[in-house]
């Protein structure tokens, strides 16, 4: 194994590291190098994704909401040299996420309007994408993010949003789901 391939530290995020995991969560490795590549593999339940230190130290200075995830919810498994707490001590806000708001806001509503031509479970797996970006990068404006589902079901004032990220698991037709989708977004832009 070269020595950009030296893994420094893994960490847990996501739904284990919240402890509101529930049946077909995924566990979310990151594996932090000093390498030059970023990757990201899933393979069944497993969300493996490498990041060289050095854009990960960046990320967090630029206020980047995966890392602020990471900073906030994630728990080391390994980490001799103690790169979560660099990671969050180095997690700067930045004072707007309307950036990432209005990505998120033109991929659904290219799903609103093209969705069909996917099925329905892709189609529901990016439609909360785009909803939980959303919120997240609005908590986040806030200076309190957060990132679990139900958490920000219970924070929106969308019925439409909170349906979908509650009833995430559920199987439904993608007609429901771009119409969830695009009362969230209408409602969004008011």
């Not at 033109?106 to 785009?130: H, I, P, Q």
Request: hydrophobic content about 40%; aromatic content about 8%.
């Amino acid at each position: 194994m070269s020595s950009a391939m030296v893994v420094v530290a893994t960490l847990l995020f996501g739904s284990l590291a919240r402890a509101d995991h529930s049946e077909g969560s995924d566990t979310d490795l990151l594996m932090v190098s000093h390498g030059e590549d970023t990757r990201h593999v899933s393979v069944g339940h497993l969300s493996l994704f490498l990041y060289p230190w050095h854009q990960l130290e960046q990320d967090a200075r630029d206020g980047d909401l995966f890392v602020c995830h990471l900073a906030r919810e994630a728990k080391p498994l390994i980490d001799p040299d103690d790169y979560l707490t660099k990671l969050q001590s180095a997690f700067q806000f930045r004072s707007s996420y309307q950036d990432e708001i209005d990505r998120a806001r033109d991929l659904g509503m290219y799903l609103v309007r093209f969705g069909d031509e996917l099925n329905s479970t892709l189609l529901t797996k990016r439609a909360l994408w785009c909803i939980r970006t959303i919120l997240i990068a609005r908590s986040a404006e806030r200076r309190d993010p957060v990132f679990a589902p139900q958490r920000l079901a219970e924070a929106t004032q969308s019925a439409a949003a909170r349906d979908l990220l509650t009833n995430r698991h559920i199987h439904r037709e993608s007609a429901t789901v771009r119409q969830r989708l695009r009362s969230f977004l209408e409602e969004e832009a008011q």
